[in-house]
């Protein structure tokens, strides 16, 4: 029995028996459980830090000025309305440019103030003369009708002048199909011959 015991190895002997790769491997559990756990901790630590804040995208400034050929800015360019525009007209055309409505004017005043100013809005009302044109030479560029027809302005003289000439060639064509469709209607039902009838004192309620 003394010689049994004699054999086996104490706990110190057996150690210093395993071999260092055997060692390495019973150990290595532990480390890779000490490892595992510290990639735990980053990740957490990523997810529960603060995402960066986005940064704020810069709202597009519209510019007002006009930039001339060498790179500078220009002031707006100032527009005269002659004849009574919609306020939501006028409202778009002021983000543009200086508006300065002046109507009813006589053609003494026009050939007077029209010099000041870049571009002249008018109507039907308004004749834009070779007088008014000329008068206007050296600034004056462009002449808007607020409308279909430009029968009242001087077409030659504001070629001759350099001043464009524009129009609305679709403004009124919601107004003219309404128009057309009430010139229908009165025709279907003798409007106009019962508006006659009224007026001499001869209402025949059969003739509607």
Do not use: W
Not at 39 to 52: G, H, Q
Not at 93 to 121: H, N, T, W
Not at 136 to 148: F, H, M, P, S
Not at 164 to 175: G, K, Q
Request: net charge positive; proline share 6%.
């Amino acid at each position: 029995m003394a010689a049994s015991r004699a054999l086996l190895p104490t706990p110190q002997a057996a150690a210093a028996a395993t071999p260092a790769r055997s060692r390495a491997r019973l150990a290595a559990p532990s480390s890779l459980a000490s490892r595992g756990s510290h990639r735990l901790r980053v990740r957490c630590a990523i997810l529960s830090s603060p995402a960066p804040a986005k940064a704020e995208q810069e709202q597009p400034t519209r510019r007002i000025s006009r930039a001339g050929s060498d790179g500078s800015l220009r002031p707006k360019p100032a527009v005269l309305v002659a004849e009574k525009l919609s306020e939501a007209g006028l409202a778009v055309l002021r983000e543009f440019a200086d508006v300065e409505c002046a109507y009813g004017m006589s053609p003494a005043e026009l050939l007077a103030k029209v010099a000041q100013f870049d571009a002249l809005i008018v109507r039907s009302g308004t004749k834009v003369t070779r007088e008014v044109l000329e008068a206007g030479r050296g600034r004056l560029r462009v002449v808007g009708r607020a409308g279909v027809g430009i029968d009242n302005v001087d077409l030659q003289a504001a070629t001759e002048a350099g001043c464009l000439v524009v129009n609305a060639p679709t403004a009124n064509t919601i107004a003219a199909a309404e128009h057309g469709i009430a010139l229908l209607a009165s025709m279907a039902r003798n409007v106009s011959q019962a508006d006659a009838a009224l007026k001499a004192g001869e209402c025949d309620p059969t003739q509607t």
